[in-house]
């Protein structure tokens, strides 16, 4: 069956602008995990949905960063005013309910120029 | 606060011999542990969990791995490497599995290199 997808997986953007970056989980996957991995480093915890609702945000950085997940399926971080240092891999990992094995998606890298 | 210590950045073997990557964590629970391989420009992989059952795992593509409570320890092995084991690994913690919610915690990665 079809694994977790992004896109896209390249975005080249440029100080100061909005970007929208997508994830589409396993079918019938209810938690939804975002993860941002920088250069040399191990994958850090974004944000959690279980279902539409944004369980846990703690990993936010700042406010300019925001995701939705509206009908409980496909997931979008949005980042506004992006700067040098939000670049890196964004990954999106899904997991059924009742299950603690996350599946992640390839990434989408983001540079900001 | 739960945290993962991967000791070595780069280990570098020969095809055939054996591999050890080695993680310490810190946790105030009961921890769930994890090893995830990334190859470039693919996702990450699970190679193997443990969840309080037995404490030796095995994972697939010959990999395993020992809980050490008393040494805070889950290193990986495999008894042989191959050529296309070369990858970045991760050893991983996560709170103890409750309700789905499994926020997890990466170490930084160790890079494996295979020669022939």
């Known amino acids: 069956g079809a694994g977790v997808s992004q896109t896209p997986s390249n975005k080249v953007t440029e100080k100061g602008k909005y970007v929208e970056l997508r994830c589409d989980p396993i079918s019938g996957h209810t938690a939804l995990y975002w993860y941002r991995q920088s250069l040399g480093q191990g994958p850090e915890f974004l944000i959690y949905?279980?279902?539409?609702?944004?369980?846990?945000d703690s990993g936010l950085p700042n406010d300019r960063f925001f995701a939705v997940r509206p009908e409980g399926s496909v997931s979008t971080l949005k980042i506004q005013r992006t700067e040098r240092g939000d670049s890196a891999v964004y990954l999106c990992?899904?997991?059924?309910?009742?299950?603690?094995?996350?599946?992640f998606g390839p990434g989408t890298r983001l540079t900001v120029l | 606060a739960q945290s993962v210590t991967q000791l070595d950045s780069h280990v570098s073997v020969s095809e055939g011999t054996p591999v050890l990557l080695r993680c310490n964590y810190s946790?105030?629970?009961?921890?769930?542990l994890f090893w995830y391989v990334q190859h470039p420009n693919k996702g990450l992989q699970l190679l193997l969990k443990y969840t309080s059952a037995a404490t030796l795992v095995k994972g697939i593509n010959g990999f395993e791995a020992e809980f050490k409570k008393s040494e805070t320890s889950f290193h990986l092995t495999k008894p042989s490497a191959h050529m296309s084991d070369a990858a970045e690994y991760f050893c991983v913690v996560s709170d103890r599995f409750s309700g789905g919610y499994n926020k997890l915690i990466f170490g930084a990665g160790t890079r494996l290199a295979v020669h022939p």
């Open positions: 949905f279980q279902g539409t609702g944004a369980a846990d």
């Open positions: 990992a899904s997991s059924p309910e009742g299950h603690n094995e996350q599946f």
């Open positions: 946790s105030s629970y009961s921890p769930s």
